[in-house]
């Protein structure tokens, strides 16, 4: 099962979701609030994990800086309920079997891209 590591800008209640679902998963705002974009990214190369985030500067790290995490999954959602980034996603693995890992995934309200990093 892929490791998630949760930006301090995804809801709360879509990591509860994830986490109810059995996801492992952890929240930047619940062990590390307020860190930088960089050490984010570095603690989710250290502990091998996947990053959702609704900031797009973790495609400047990826693709200018050169730091390659597990994968990056960026949310481009402007309107939503709070939960339903995790409803969206847990349906996304569990139905669609989608892999996240050695992509940097965007979803936005109506396509899903992948790019290999």
Request: proline share 4%; hydrophobic share 45%; net charge negative.
């Amino acid at each position: 099962m892929t490791l998630l590591l949760a930006d301090e800008n995804f809801p709360i209640p879509s990591f509860n979701i994830l986490v109810n679902k059995g996801y492992n998963i952890k929240h930047i705002i619940l062990d590390d609030a307020s860190i930088s974009d960089v050490e984010v990214m570095k603690i989710a190369i250290e502990e091998d994990r996947v990053i959702i985030t609704f900031d797009s500067d973790f495609g400047e790290l990826v693709f200018r800086v050169g730091m390659r995490p597990k994968g990056i999954i960026f949310f481009r959602w402007h309107d939503f309920m709070p939960d339903e980034p995790g409803i969206f996603l847990a349906d996304l693995i569990e139905r669609e079997n989608m892999t996240f890992e050695g992509y940097f995934t965007v979803i936005d309200a109506n396509q899903i891209r992948q790019r290999r990093l």
